[in-house]
T-cell receptor, first 113, second 111 residues
Framework: GAGVSQSPSNKVTEKGKDVELRCDPI?????LYWYRQSLGQGLEFLIY????????KSGLPSDRFSAERTGGSVSTLTIQRTQQEDSAVYLC???????????FGSGTRLTVV | GEDVEQSLFLSVREGDSSVINCTYT??????LYWYKQEPGAGLQLLTY?????DMKQDQRLTVLLNKKDKHLSLRIADTQTGDSAIYFC???????????FGAGTILRVKS
């Protein structure tokens, strides 16, 4: 597609429920990233996929968080047993490998009540 | 380790120049970036500079890099109300594609 598409744009969930966030990167971009933006905070790196290589999961805050990327394209970030501190905007980005910066999606605003 | 610091807030009058500053710690940074985030939107890449450059100009934007002091700045000439946004500095470290972001600087432009 023309840009990075994320869905849903907003999600309100009850504490303890599982949520799935979706990212559809730019066609042909081999790298895909998930970041989290909390109020007043910078962007916190979560996970990075590059082609068929094993993902860099070093930023995932707990084992409740997982992500997969199917067929080298669409990615899903799953948060199990959501907690209030998971409330944030979850941003997805994609890029070609190289010096170019990322192209970000508009994000999913997650609110855990 | 990797750390990027920015001042949190800057207020300027329309027509003035804005200078947003950033410091980073990783001397192996290869590229440094400035992103803009408008309310309710994702981050938009404004400009980037390779670590062997000390200046880059792109229309109203001027990026200055002092690699010795690990200091990066973004100057916006003739600042407009449409420039009001959060500006993020980011560094790309040598060993990967991951970008490390600062907390962002809120730029408020008063008319």
């Amino acid at each position: 597609g023309a840009g990075v598409s994320q869905s849903p744009s907003n999600k309100v969930t009850e504490k303890g429920k599982d949520v799935e966030l979706r990212c559809d990167p730019i066609s042909g971009h081999t790298a895909l990233y998930w970041y989290r933006q909390s109020l007043g905070q910078g962007l916190e790196f979560l996970i990075y996929f590059q082609g068929n290589s094993a993902p860099d999961k070093s930023g995932l805050p707990s084992d409740r968080f997982s992500a997969e990327r199917t067929g080298g394209s669409v990615s899903t970030l799953t948060i199990q047993r959501t907690q209030q501190e998971d409330s944030a905007v979850y941003l997805c980005a994609s890029s070609l490998v190289g010096f170019n910066g990322y192209t970000f999606g508009s994000g999913t605003r997650l609110t855990v009540v | 380790g990797e750390d990027v610091e920015q001042s949190l807030f800057l207020s300027v009058r329309e027509g003035d120049s804005s200078v947003i500053n950033c410091t980073y710690t990783d001397s192996s940074s290869t590229y440094l970036y400035w992103y803009k985030q408008e309310p309710g939107a994702g981050l938009q890449l404004l400009t980037y500079i390779f670590s062997n450059m000390d200046m880059k100009q792109d229309q109203r934007l001027t990026v200055l890099l002092n690699k010795k002091d690990k200091h990066l700045s973004l100057r916006i000439a003739d600042t407009q109300t449409g420039d009001s946004a959060i500006y993020f500095c980011a560094e790309r470290v040598e060993y990967g594609n991951k970008l490390v972001f600062g907390a962002g600087t809120i730029l408020r432009v008063k008319s």
